[in-house]
């Protein structure tokens, strides 16, 4: 089942594609563009304003990273494409790299610190209890009762 959220996003996706030239659009595959139209929110409302820039469309991040796709699949340059496809991979070892700062599987038990036991010179002395003096507690306990 699709999120509510994609199926606004493929709605503006498509309300935009109209707005684009027809030649661009042609560049997405059939497929695509049938999939966005039938899982598309068909009860969504979304106006695009003429008078607007794409850029200054106000349209969901969902939407933009439909068309960032778009633009790096199908209308980019093989220049642009390889820019692109180069700033995502330079992102990717970034985040790989301050996840490997965080999670330093090396130094994950160099930051512990190690228990040290405490060392006393005398062992724990407890007081010892006779036979006799058992016996006299259950006595007691059991007069108590009454």
Same mark, same amino acid.
């Given at each position: 089942? $699709? ?14 594609? %109209? ?11 059939? %497929?695509? $563009? ?9 009860? +969504?409302? +979304? $106006? ?5 820039? @794409? ?6 991040? !969902? ?8 633009? /790096? ?7 642009? %494409? ?7 991979? +330079?992102?990717? !070892?970034? /985040?790989?790299?301050?996840? /490997?700062? !965080? ?5 994950? @038990? ?15 002395? +407890?007081?010892?209890?006779?036979? !006799?003096?058992?016996?006299?507690? %259950?006595?007691?306990?059991? @007069?108590?009762?009454?």
């Amino acid at each position: 089942m $699709i999120n509510a959220e994609y199926a606004c996003a493929y709605k503006e996706v498509i309300e935009l594609l %109209k707005y684009m030239p027809i030649e661009d659009v042609k560049k997405i595959p059939s %497929k695509k $563009i049938l999939y966005l139209l039938n899982h598309m929110d068909k009860h +969504y409302e +979304y $106006i695009v304003d003429e008078t607007k820039t @794409f850029e200054e469309q106000k349209k969901s991040a !969902l939407t933009e990273s439909i068309f960032a796709d778009f633009f /790096r699949n199908y209308w980019a340059t093989p220049a642009q %494409k390889q820019k692109i496809l180069a700033k995502m991979n +330079y992102d990717f !070892l970034k /985040r790989e790299e301050k996840k /490997r700062e !965080l999670y330093n599987p090396n130094a994950i @038990f160099k930051t512990k610190k190690k228990a040290t036991i405490a060392s006393t010179s005398n062992p724990i002395q +407890y007081p010892s209890v006779g036979f !006799l003096h058992i016996i006299f507690n %259950k006595i007691n306990q059991f @007069f108590q009762k009454f």
